[in-house]
């Protein structure tokens, strides 16, 4: 492989802003869908493809499908950053998509057919001899359209995401693509250059709030007996009579991790007595990703936690949820010591509107 902009590649990121940004504040914007899948650069030199995660590591050899399809829908020698993704539903269903990273070859290869992922580019960094790196974001955006222009409106398995200057159109896309499994919307300066691993695009994410229960906690990797820190703060809402594991909130300072520890020894029980009592016998992965069990993703990690009676709740932000779970680490809001446990279901999370994905895809 000989590109004008060879791997490895860090991809260039986004900084979270609130609300939809006004492009005459900025000098001008691009908005697009934010998608919720792997960041994934495709570089292609003829038959030879490929790909890249937002961390440099591999990729190729987990898509199969997409390799292939790279080689029949995009340039001869291009550099592309974009978006894998699966979709079933008319929507995007990121749990699927974490399952196509397998060790095994066989189940690779089974995967690629009966969940084959798809790949949506947003952004230009090389076309034939070409860099574009340190071309601004419009000139990019305009060689992307014309040499991807083939892929507008096809059936894929690659895409051209759909791009808008109007700030109301974004804000429509915003409320209306998340029923689709999107993330949210993301904006670029029409007149950036690509910075690698730099936080020159802008990012609007949904964010809500819950109830929950507090229900255990893991140790910080730093902990030790004499001085115990707290990691994460185990959340739960009651479904049928059932504590059901929903996520996890972290990022604490050191000083508040301790007192954490201290602040909920008096709720600390044996296990037996705790709601998720009876996972503790399991050994292998399973359909609630419950504490204490492994999974390919946990890598031999220690998961083991200290069960606290559910006698707390925690008001969380949250951007979205992934099935019965919140997609992203929940951020601690405050201690509701005015909520019942009993009353933290799921009937209090707001749920999108749904919209159907290829209405997304096809513009």
């Known amino acids: 492989m000989d590109l004008p902009v060879m791997p490895p590649v860090r991809p260039m990121l986004a900084k979270a802003v609130d609300g939809v ?3 005459a504040a900025q000098g001008g914007l691009s908005f697009e869908p934010k998608w919720d899948g792997f960041r994934c650069l495709v570089f292609r030199d003829g038959d030879e493809v490929v790909l890249t995660s937002r961390n440099t590591k591999p990729l190729t050899r987990y898509f199969p499908e997409v390799v292939a399809a790279a080689r029949e829908q995009l340039p001869p020698r291009c550099v592309l950053d974009g978006e894998l993704f699966v979709a079933s539903g008319g929507r995007l269903q990121f749990e699927v998509l974490q399952e196509r990273i397998h060790p095994a070859a066989s189940r690779v290869e089974l995967l690629s057919t009966t969940t084959p992922a798809s790949f949506v580019a947003f952004d230009l960094l090389a076309l034939g001899e070409e860099s574009y790196v340190d071309r601004p ?10 040499a991807l222009a083939g892929l507008v409106g096809g059936g894929g398995p690659c895409h051209l995401t759909r791009t808008t200057t109007d700030r109301a159109e974004a804000q429509g896309w915003f409320e209306q693509f998340e029923g689709a499994g999107l993330d949210g919307v993301v904006a670029k300066p029409l007149g950036a250059a690509y910075v690698e691993n730099g936080r020159t695009m802008l990012k609007v994410k949904h964010v809500r709030t819950a109830d929950v229960v507090v229900a ?14 707290l990691g994460s703060l185990l959340l739960g809402l009651w479904h049928e009579g059932r504590l059901q594991h929903v996520g996890v909130s972290a990022s604490f300072t050191a000083a508040r991790r301790a007192a954490l520890v201290e602040e909920l ?14 996972w503790q016998e399991w050994a292998a992965a399973n359909p609630d990703r419950v504490p204490g069990t492994q999974s390919r993703w946990s890598a031999g990690k ?6 606290l009676r559910p006698e707390r709740v925690l008001e969380v932000k949250y951007d ?10 929940a951020h601690f809001l405050r201690w509701r010591p005015d909520r019942d446990p009993a009353s933290c279901g799921y009937d209090q999370l707001e749920e999108p509107v749904g919209y159907d994905l290829d209405s997304v895809l096809q513009g």
């Not at 020894?265 to 009876?278: A, I, K, N």
């Open 21 to 23: 940004p006004d492009p």
């Open 137 to 146: 974001f419009r000139e990019r955006r305009a060689a992307l359209e014309q």
């Open 265 to 278: 020894r008096p709720l600390v029980c044996p296990v037996e007595e705790h709601p998720w009592g009876e």
């Open 320 to 329: 979205h949820m992934e099935g019965s779970r919140f997609r992203h680490t």
């Open 216 to 229: 255990g906690y893991r140790e910080h990797k730093t902990s030790t007996p004499e001085a115990p820190l």
């Open 302 to 307: 220690d998961l083991s936690f200290t069960p």
